[in-house]
């Protein structure tokens, strides 16, 4: 069993999930990589090299599949020191007045109860490493948006992060919440060239995992330059 901390990382296939699997990987991390079809993470296992990865599918929206993945993590590492609850997706535009209520379900389901499942099935191991929390939230998370479903969901997850630091007082288990702004990945339909980049926003994650036991990051809002004007 490798002496490794090893990282447990939902929404692992692509963009943010994906870089952070891989910057960790050269910091030799332990990698639990989960998404909802393997196909993507097992080409990310092999470039990455399988000693030290384990890809699991997995629908953040159910929580027993979620039990699963942490006592497949457990069972293939011994323990988990740090969890990355990474898995969002995007909405629909209409806004309020027409935006398609299902498309809102699955915001919900995702966004916010899958980041809940995620914590409530990995705490008991992370409480016995006193290990690391990561969430990803959103810059949209802490503005306004017109009519954003998707906005007042990452409003949740701040608060999910803000309510776990204090629940985690006095266990050792570190939370922090990564707060970026848009980040040029798969989540959108054309390429966005002032944006953040999934390397950007992993190079936080890995940052804050990088700190000593007594230095607890609680946020990071991480934000691409604007453009220079003329």
């Given at each position: 069993?490798?002496s490794?901390?090893?990282?447990?990382?939902?929404?692992?296939?692509?963009?943010?999930?994906?870089?952070?699997?891989?910057?960790?990987?050269?910091?030799?991390?332990?990698?639990?990589?989960?998404?909802?079809?393997?196909?993507?993470?097992?080409?990310?296992?092999?470039?990455?090299?399988?000693?030290?990865?384990?890809?699991?599918?997995?629908?953040?929206?159910?929580?027993?599949?979620?039990?699963?993945?942490?006592?497949?993590?457990?069972?293939?590492?011994?323990?988990?020191?740090?969890v990355?609850?990474?898995a969002?997706?995007?909405?629909?535009?209409?806004?309020?007045?027409?935006?398609?209520?299902?498309?809102?379900?699955?915001?919900?389901?995702?966004?916010?109860?899958?980041?809940?499942?995620?914590?409530?099935?990995?705490?008991?191991?992370?409480?016995?490493?006193?290990?690391?929390?990561?969430?990803?939230?959103?810059?949209?998370?802490?503005?306004?948006?017109?009519?954003?479903?998707?906005?007042?969901?990452?409003?949740?997850?701040?608060?999910?992060?803000?309510?776990?630091?204090?629940?985690?007082?006095?266990?050792?288990?570190?939370?922090?919440?990564?707060?970026?702004?848009?980040?040029?990945?798969?989540?959108?339909?054309?390429?966005?060239?002032?944006?953040?980049?999934?390397?950007?926003?992993a190079?936080?994650?890995?940052?804050?995992?990088s700190?000593?036991?007594?230095?607890?990051?609680?946020?990071?809002?991480?934000?691409?330059?604007?453009?220079?004007?003329?």
């Amino acid at each position: 069993m490798s002496s490794s901390r090893t990282l447990l990382i939902t929404g692992a296939s692509t963009g943010i999930g994906a870089a952070t699997a891989r910057q960790a990987a050269a910091q030799n991390f332990n990698l639990v990589l989960a998404a909802r079809s393997t196909e993507k993470l097992d080409q990310l296992a092999k470039e990455l090299g399988n000693d030290n990865v384990r890809t699991f599918a997995c629908d953040v929206t159910d929580y027993a599949a979620q039990e699963k993945l942490v006592a497949n993590a457990v069972e293939a590492f011994g323990s988990i020191d740090a969890v990355f609850a990474n898995a969002g997706c995007g909405g629909e535009p209409g806004g309020f007045s027409g935006a398609p209520v299902e498309s809102w379900q699955r915001i919900v389901n995702t966004n916010i109860l899958g980041v809940a499942y995620t914590l409530r099935a990995s705490l008991a191991e992370l409480k016995k490493a006193r290990g690391h929390v990561i969430i990803t939230g959103s810059i949209a998370g802490r503005t306004v948006l017109k009519g954003s479903m998707y906005s007042a969901s990452k409003w949740a997850v701040s608060a999910i992060g803000y309510n776990l630091r204090e629940e985690m007082r006095g266990t050792g288990v570190r939370v922090t919440l990564i707060e970026p702004g848009m980040v040029d990945t798969p989540f959108f339909d054309d390429p966005k060239p002032d944006a953040l980049r999934p390397d950007d926003v992993a190079r936080t994650v890995l940052f804050a995992l990088s700190q000593p036991p007594h230095i607890d990051i609680g946020e990071l809002v991480v934000l691409p330059t604007p453009p220079i004007e003329g």
